[in-house]
C-alpha cells in the first residue's frame, strides 16, 4: 500500500528558501509525484508534479532523486503567504485505483 | 478560483440520518474525485468517476455511495450518518484518471453530524 510521509511542521522566516521533504517509498514505477498548497477553509491548490530528477516552475521546484523514494518541494524567498499546509499526493493501485495524500507540513512564516 | 463549486457550503445532521453533497466541476473536466478531510488531516480519498462510472474507491463503506451525471457534475451520499462522518468534503474535478492529472478542488462542504 502506498504512503507518504511528510514532517509534521516547518517554521521559516520571509525571504528564506524551505525545502520539505516527503517519503514515498512504495512509489509506483508509473506514478508521479503531485504537491499541493492548502489555507484554512479552502480546497487544496495545485503547486508542481514530477515524475523524476527536478522540475521547475513559477512557484517551486520538485526535487527527485533516481530510486523515486523521496521527494523534495523547494519554495524560494518565503513571505508570509505561504503559511499554508504542504501535502504531497501519489498514487495506488492495490485493489482498484485511488490516490493518498500525506498528512501535510503546516509551514510557518515569520515576519 | 478553480472553476469547482460545492453545496451546500455547511450542513448539520443528525446520526442516522441521509445525506447528499453537490460537485459541478470544471468546464471540460470528465472525472471527479471525492475526499474527506477530518479536522487537521489530510484529505482521504473516497471514490472517483470517469465518465458516469466509479473508477477508484478508497477505504470508506458502502453507505458512501455517489453517482456522476452525463454533465459530469457529481453527487455525494451518506447513508447511516455516523459522528465521525463530520469532516470537510472536498471533490475535485480533473480531466482524465490517474494523479498524474492536476486536480482542480472546490471549496468544500463543512458537514457536521450531531
Known amino acids: 500500500l502506498a504512503k507518504t510521509t511528510q514532517p509534521i511542521s516547518m517554521d521559516s522566516y520571509e525571504g528564506q528558501e524551505v525545502n520539505i521533504t516527503c517519503s514515498h517509498n512504495?512509489?509506483?514505477?508509473?506514478?508521479?509525484i503531485t504537491w499541493y498548497q492548502q489555507f484554512p477553509s479552502q480546497g487544496p491548490r495545485f503547486i508542481i508534479q514530477?515524475?523524476?530528477t527536478k522540475v521547475t516552475n513559477e512557484v517551486a521546484s520538485l526535487f527527485i532523486p533516481a530510486d523515486r523514494k523521496s521527494s523534495t518541494l523547494s519554495l524560494p524567498r518565503v513571505s508570509l503567504s505561504d503559511t499554508a499546509v504542504y501535502y504531497c499526493?501519489?498514487?495506488?493501485?492495490?485493489?482498484?485505483?485511488?490516490?493518498?495524500f500525506g498528512a501535510g507540513t503546516r509551514l510557518f512564516v515569520k515576519a | 478560483e478553480t472553476g469547482v463549486t460545492q453545496s451546500p457550503t455547511h450542513l448539520i445532521k443528525t446520526r442516522g440520518q441521509q445525506v447528499t453533497l453537490r460537485c459541478s466541476s470544471q468546464s471540460g473536466h470528465n472525472t471527479v474525485s471525492w475526499y474527506q478531510q477530518a479536522l487537521g488531516q489530510g484529505p482521504q480519498f473516497i471514490f472517483q468517476y470517469y465518465r458516469e462510472e466509479e473508477n477508484g474507491r478508497g477505504n470508506f463503506p458502502p453507505r458512501f455511495s455517489g453517482l456522476q451525471f452525463p454533465n459530469y457534475s457529481s453527487e455525494l451520499n451518506v447513508n447511516a450518518l455516523e459522528l465521525d462522518d463530520s469532516a470537510l468534503y472536498l471533490c475535485?474535478?480533473?480531466?482524465?484518471?490517474?494523479?498524474?492529472?492536476?486536480?482542480?478542488f472546490g471549496p468544500g462542504t463543512r458537514l457536521t453530524v450531531l
Open positions: 512504495n512509489i509506483a514505477t508509473n506514478d508521479y
Open positions: 475535485a474535478s480533473s480531466l482524465g484518471t490517474g494523479p498524474q492529472n492536476e486536480q482542480f
Open positions: 514530477g515524475y523524476k
Open positions: 499526493l501519489v498514487g495506488d493501485w492495490t485493489g482498484g485505483f485511488k490516490t493518498i
